[in-house]
């Protein structure tokens, strides 16, 4: 088996474990939900959804501002690593909470980089959580130019930088 394959077996395997954790708790919130297990970037994606109530129900388990999402992840991550002996970066995704953060702040980047394209200065964007921040690297990374994280939690932010002539 090649190494690759291997961590592709081995995110599976995580994005599995997570579900049936994640599948206990809706049971014992006795709140319905579908399971959708991905693997994005190098890592397990794990989403909860509901079409039947519209993710109505769901936003109890995504909180103020994504606080309880965030719990919860972390949770299922100790529950992975729990199970495999390794730390897990597993992704968690409520009612699609992550998704449309992950939609605005691509389009925040997208934006941001074209200021540095045109004026050749770094631009600072607002603090941001890790989450937020990796989403911002990713959408930099892929428009060519360079980024990096500045400053301390809670107020870290992304400096995107031009590129180098």
Same mark, same amino acid.
């Given at each position: 088996?090649?190494?690759?394959?291997? @961590?592709?077996?081995?995110?599976? #395997?995580?994005?599995?474990?997570?579900?049936?954790?994640? /599948? !206990?708790?809706?049971?014992?919130?006795?709140?319905?939900?579908?399971?959708?297990?991905?693997?994005?970037?190098?890592? %397990?994606?794990? @989403?909860?959804? %509901?079409? =039947?109530?519209?993710?109505?129900?769901?936003?109890?388990?995504?909180?103020?501002?994504?606080?309880?999402?965030? @719990?919860? #992840?972390?949770?299922?991550?100790?529950?992975?690593?729990?199970?495999?002996? /390794?730390?897990?970066?597993?992704?968690?995704?409520?009612?699609?909470?992550?998704?449309?953060?992950?939609?605005?702040?691509?389009? #925040? $980047? $997208? /934006?941001?980089? %074209?200021?540095?394209? !045109?004026?050749?200065?770094? #631009?600072?964007?607002?603090?941001?959580?890790?989450? =937020?921040?990796?989403?911002?690297?990713? $959408?930099?990374? $892929?428009?060519?130019?360079?980024?990096?994280?500045?400053?301390? =939690?809670?107020?870290?932010?992304?400096?995107? /930088?031009? @590129? !180098?002539?």
């Amino acid at each position: 088996m090649t190494e690759e394959k291997s @961590a592709l077996t081995r995110l599976e #395997q995580e994005g599995e474990i997570a579900a049936d954790y994640l /599948e !206990e708790l809706l049971d014992i919130s006795d709140l319905d939900g579908d399971l959708d297990i991905d693997v994005e970037n190098g890592r %397990s994606v794990v @989403a909860i959804v %509901s079409e =039947e109530y519209g993710d109505r129900w769901l936003r109890k388990l995504v909180g103020k501002d994504g606080e309880v999402l965030d @719990a919860l #992840q972390e949770l299922t991550r100790l529950a992975v690593q729990a199970k495999t002996g /390794e730390r897990s970066r597993l992704m968690l995704d409520i009612a699609d909470f992550r998704k449309t953060i992950k939609v605005s702040l691509q389009h #925040q $980047a $997208a /934006e941001a980089v %074209s200021k540095v394209k !045109e004026s050749g200065e770094r #631009q600072s964007m607002a603090p941001m959580n890790p989450f =937020e921040r990796k989403v911002v690297h990713d $959408a930099v990374k $892929a428009a060519g130019l360079t980024s990096s994280s500045s400053g301390v =939690e809670p107020n870290r932010y992304v400096v995107i /930088e031009p @590129a !180098e002539a």
